[in-house]
């Protein structure tokens, strides 16, 4: 029997940025293949490459050279709306900032990838309450971002990303606002959405704790993948080498 | 979807109370200033044709000389006459009736008050052609008509200026050195369109006129009304052919007299102010450019601040269609908003305007409805170019904006 078709496959992935002198590569023949199901850690210092991995892997980037299958399909080939398809209907974004919408509620901004889809309002709202729900903000809905503490923003960013069902939710640093404690009940939350609405999850840190939530963790280090594997295993690897 | 998307662009628009109020100042006062111009200008275009049509719309004049103005016209015409009239009314079948009418500024003295007034000799026939009727005592009798007596029929502000409170009807008053009984008040009438008081004026018998006031027996202008079943078209052709028998004018040459109509006079005036409200609104319709170039202004910063949240939403499946739409509504709506503002304004004002300066409010649908699309167009015009600035935003930079 052949293997399931991975969500996500990045194939030699390269990406170069600027051109002549100031040219820098970013990405330098990356392969990646995460499967459905999987979290999936991507951490490296700074400069590695793993946020233009992350915003390869969202359909926010295009590759110079190489190829992006989502579920088989050569991303690389669709047009620039199919990709905002493709993000609402099948990713869900967690950002570093939060990335809420100043001066509208938690409600409102729950529903704004519903908006898109075009669903009727009381359906919209009926999951959006819902979806805040299940990130424990039920009572909140009515709240701006500005009247919720960070980890309460970041829950309604969670939320905000779950609400359209998507197979795969992409964490940029989602704790890298916040203390240790309300990190942990992040990671906690992206665990239990992994674990039982086995929603795929790729998250770039650089911290070890949060990274430590993984099944696994792609170390990257100048563009390139350095290792691969559980996280114990990648960690004592890295703390052997230096 | 687009009920959503102007949801929307409401919300954005009330988030940003106060920026949205000076955006859509320029629209308001734009259309307020159109609206307000063409408006007014449609009234005062109104009052002129009922003015005419108060002076009835079948007069017509006959003046001396062939009514050209300018170099080349300084032919002597020879002046009319009494006889004229009666040949008017007698051979032709057109005309109703014709009334002489000399006019000329006097003091007019009564008792301790004096004031400078037109004074018109004419006859009884001249209040049927302008149907001006008399409110108090009596026209001129026949007798009195043809033997050139002093007698007076005046206006209403000649009464108001000179007899104050007393009954005017029966007193004397002297016009130069000619003592005038008055027998009659004239009906109120009011500024004619030219703005002058019609019922500044003093009515005598043109023989009286004629013979103690000029000492001639010249007609300077024939008033003539056309019969009911004739046009004054009609009316027009038939005075011009008698008028050039009677003054012998050969074939080939010109009219030493003209013979105007009210009609002509009408649409005279009524261009005037055509062309002055034309060029008011056009003035107008500047301002209402420079409010589109505001609006397109406000959206291009309202893109810049809000680079990030259209980086949100281009993250959570916006396509940049959908953000252009939601971008470009905002600024239609935001027109429209800012469009009917100054229609209701300039109506407003319109409405005042008209009142103080005794004209007809006459607001016409069609420059309401102009102005509504006018100020919508803006907004699709004015707000694409921002709009589409903000669909085009690369999602990566755009969440990286601070």
Avoid at chain 2, 8 to 29: D, E, K, M
Avoid at chain 2, 279 to 291: D, E, T, Y
Avoid at chain 2, 371 to 399: K, Q, T
Wanted: proline residues 3%; contains cysteine; charged residues 20%.
């Amino acid at each position: 029997m052949a293997a399931p078709t991975p969500v996500i496959e990045l194939r030699d992935v390269t990406k170069v940025y600027g051109h002549g002198e100031a040219e820098v590569c970013a990405m330098d023949g990356v392969n990646i293949s995460i499967a459905s199901g999987e979290f999936v850690a991507i951490m490296g210092p700074s400069g590695s490459g793993k946020s233009t991995a992350m915003n390869m892997i969202g359909c926010l980037d295009s590759p110079t050279s190489g190829e992006y299958l989502f579920n088989g399909v050569q991303v690389g080939k669709l047009t620039q709306d199919q990709h905002a398809l493709l993000r609402r209907n099948y990713l869900g974004f967690v950002f570093q900032g939060f990335n809420l919408l100043a001066r509208t509620s938690a409600l409102e901004n729950v529903e704004l990838p519903m908006i898109y889809k075009g669903m009727p309002a009381a359906e919209r709202r009926k999951r959006a309450r819902e979806a805040l729900a299940k990130v424990g903000l039920a009572g909140r809905e009515s709240h701006d971002p500005s009247e919720l503490s960070g980890g309460q923003q970041q829950r309604a960013a969670i939320a905000r990303a779950l609400v359209g069902d998507p197979q795969v939710i992409l964490a940029d640093e989602p704790t890298g606002n916040l203390d240790t404690k309300l990190s942990i009940e992040i990671m906690e939350l992206l665990k239990k959405l992994n674990e039982r609405d086995h929603i795929t999850i790729v998250m770039v840190t650089h911290e070890e704790e949060m990274a430590a939530y993984a099944h696994r963790v792609i170390w990257m280090v100048d563009g390139k993948v350095e290792s691969t594997g559980t996280p114990d295993e990648v960690f004592k690897r890295g703390k052997q080498s230096a | 979807m687009i009920w959503e998307t102007v949801r929307l662009a409401i919300q954005a628009i009330f988030r940003n109370a106060l920026r949205s109020i000076l955006t859509v100042l320029g629209i308001v006062i734009g259309v307020a200033a159109v609206i307000a111009m063409v408006t007014v200008g449609q009234g005062s275009s109104d009052q002129v044709t009922a003015d005419v049509e108060k002076l009835g719309t079948n007069v017509l004049m006959v003046l001396p000389g062939a009514g050209r103005m300018g170099p080349g016209n300084n032919s002597v015409s020879a002046a009319l006459d009494l006889k004229d009239v009666e040949a008017l009314i007698d051979q032709l079948s057109s005309v109703r009736t014709a009334a002489p009418y000399n006019q000329t500024t006097l003091n007019a003295v009564y008792g301790a008050e004096d004031a400078r007034t037109s004074v018109a000799g004419t006859d009884t026939r001249f209040l049927d052609v302008v149907d001006w009727p008399i409110v108090q005592g009596r026209g001129f009798l026949p007798a009195e008509e043809s033997s050139g007596r002093a007698v007076c029929i005046i206006g209403e502000t000649v009464r108001q200026d000179l007899f104050g409170n007393t009954d005017p009807v029966g007193e004397t008053l002297r016009l130069k050195n000619v003592s005038c009984e008055v027998i009659g008040l004239l009906e109120a009438k009011g500024a004619s369109s030219f703005g002058t008081d019609q019922d500044d004026i003093v009515l005598i018998p043109i023989k009286a006129f004629q013979r103690r006031i000029t000492g001639s027996a010249d007609v300077s202008m024939i008033y003539v009304a056309a019969a009911d079943n004739a046009s004054t078209d009609r009316a027009l052709v038939e005075i011009e052919t008698l008028m050039r028998e009677r003054r012998r004018i050969g074939d080939g040459e010109e009219d030493d007299f003209n013979v105007r109509d009210m009609k002509q006079l009408a649409s005279m005036l009524t261009g005037i102010t055509d062309v002055l409200t034309g060029l008011l609104s056009a003035v107008a319709a500047v301002s209402l450019l420079v409010g589109g170039i505001g609006i397109m202004n406000i959206m291009l910063v309202s893109v810049t601040e809000r680079t990030r949240e259209i980086g949100i939403r281009l993250a959570v499946g916006a396509t940049g269609n959908q953000v252009l739409l939601q971008f470009l509504v905002e600024a239609i709506v935001l027109s429209m908003i800012g469009g009917v503002i100054g229609i209701l304004l300039g109506l407003g004002l319109a409405a005042i305007t008209s009142n103080i300066m005794a004209i007809p409010f006459s607001p016409a649908p069609s420059i309401v409805a102009i102005a509504f699309l006018f100020s919508a167009a803006v907004g699709v015009i004015f707000g694409y170019f921002p709009a589409r600035r903000a669909a085009r935003l690369d999602p990566i930079e755009a969440l990286r904006h601070q």
